[in-house]
C-alpha cells in the first residue's frame, strides 16, 4: 500500500491523504501506514471512522503524524444510533470524540440524514458539535450499494437540511471553496455547518479526488464499477496512462451512483 501511494505521490504530488473503509481502525496496520505516509512528505493525513475504538488509537494516531479525522455519527439519541449502526453505546462514540480532540486532533462529524430514519437528529448533532467547538456536515444519501436504486425514498435534501436548522438558528452562506464537497453555512453565533448534497447540489464538475481500495485498485469516481488495477511492474508512462484512464471516470455533471458498496472501495 505504501509503495503505490509512493508511486502516485511522484507522479501527481499529493495534497490530501485519507483513509477510509470499511472500518480502517481494525486496520492492524494502521500506524505503521500513516507513519509511512507522512515520512513521504503529505502532511495533510485524514481518516474516517465510526469511532468505536477512536479512544484508544486517538492518541497513537497524532504521535503517527494523522491530523485530523473525521467521525461518521448519524445519531446522538441512543434509539436513533441502534436504528442507524446496529450497534449499541453511543456513548462509546462521544468518548472516542473527546479521546480525540485531548490528542490534538482536529475532529469534524459527518451525518447521513435519511428521511424517516434519523431527520429528527439534525438540531441534536448540530448542538453536540457546537458544544464541542467542531464542524458537522450533513450528507444527503448516496444511490450506492443496495440503495443504488431506493435512494430517492430516503433523500433528505439541502433545502429540507436547512429549513431544519432554520428552526432555531439563523445563518448565512460561506463561499464554496474550489473542488470542495460541502457548501458550508455560518450561524450569528459564529459555528460554522456544512452540507454534502451529491444528490440535489452536486460537485462533479471540479472533483479532484482519486480513490485507492485495498487491493491495489484506483477509482475516479465512485459512480464507476471498473477499477484500474496498478500493477508493481508499471513504469511510469505506463502509471501515468492508468492515471488518466481514472480521470476519465469522472462524471460531468452530477454523481450517478453505483450497485458496488462502499465497503469494497472505501467509504
Known amino acids: 500500500m505504501l509503495d503505490i501511494i509512493q508511486r502516485l505521490h511522484e ?16 486496520y492492524h496496520d494502521l500506524i505503521e501506514v500513516i507513519a509511512g505516509i507522512r515520512s513521504m512528505g503529505i ?8 469511532a468505536f475504538l477512536l479512544q484508544r488509537l486517538a492518541a497513537p494516531m497524532e504521535k503517527a503524524g494523522m491530523r485530523s479525522i473525521n467521525v461518521s455519527l448519524d445519531a446522538i439519541g441512543e434509539e436513533t444510533f441502534f436504528l442507524m449502526s ?5 456513548q462509546r462514540v462521544l468518548d472516542g ?3 480525540a480532540l485531548a490528542a490534538g486532533l482536529e475532529v469534524k462529524l459527518n451525518a447521513v440524514i435519511m428521511k424517516g430514519m434519523n431527520d429528527s437528529q439534525i438540531l441534536p448533532l448540530l448542538e453536540f458539535a457546537f458544544s464541542r467547538k467542531i464542524r458537522i456536515r450533513f450528507l444527503e444519501v448516496m444511490a450506492m450499494g443496495h440503495l443504488h436504486d431506493h435512494s ?15 428552526r432555531r438558528y439563523r ?61 508493481k511492474t508499471d513504469d511510469q ?3 501515468r496512462e492508468k492515471l488518466g484512464n481514472a480521470l476519465a471516470q469522472k462524471q460531468a455533471l452530477r454523481f450517478t451512483g453505483s450497485d458496488l458498496s462502499m465497503l469494497e472501495i472505501g467509504g
Open 152 to 166: 430517492k425514498k430516503y433523500l433528505f435534501t439541502q433545502d429540507e437540511i436547512l429549513q431544519a436548522i432554520a
Open 237 to 239: 508512462d505506463a502509471l
Open 97 to 99: 470524540i473527546d479521546a
Open 43 to 50: 502532511s495533510r493525513i485524514r481518516l474516517t471512522t465510526n
Open 171 to 231: 445563518f448565512a452562506p460561506l463561499d464554496r471553496i474550489q473542488s470542495s464537497t460541502a457548501n458550508y453555512w455560518q450561524t450569528d453565533g459564529g459555528p460554522i455547518f456544512g452540507i454534502i448534497a451529491n444528490e440535489t447540489v452536486p460537485f462533479c464538475h471540479d472533483c479532484n479526488r482519486l480513490r485507492l481500495d485495498s487491493r491495489g485498485n484506483i477509482y475516479g469516481c465512485l459512480s464507476s464499477n471498473h477499477p484500474i488495477v496498478l500493477d
Open 86 to 90: 446496529r450497534r449499541n453505546s453511543v
Open 11 to 26: 507522479q501527481l504530488d499529493l495534497d490530501t491523504i485519507r483513509l477510509t473503509g470499511g472500518e480502517p481502525l481494525l
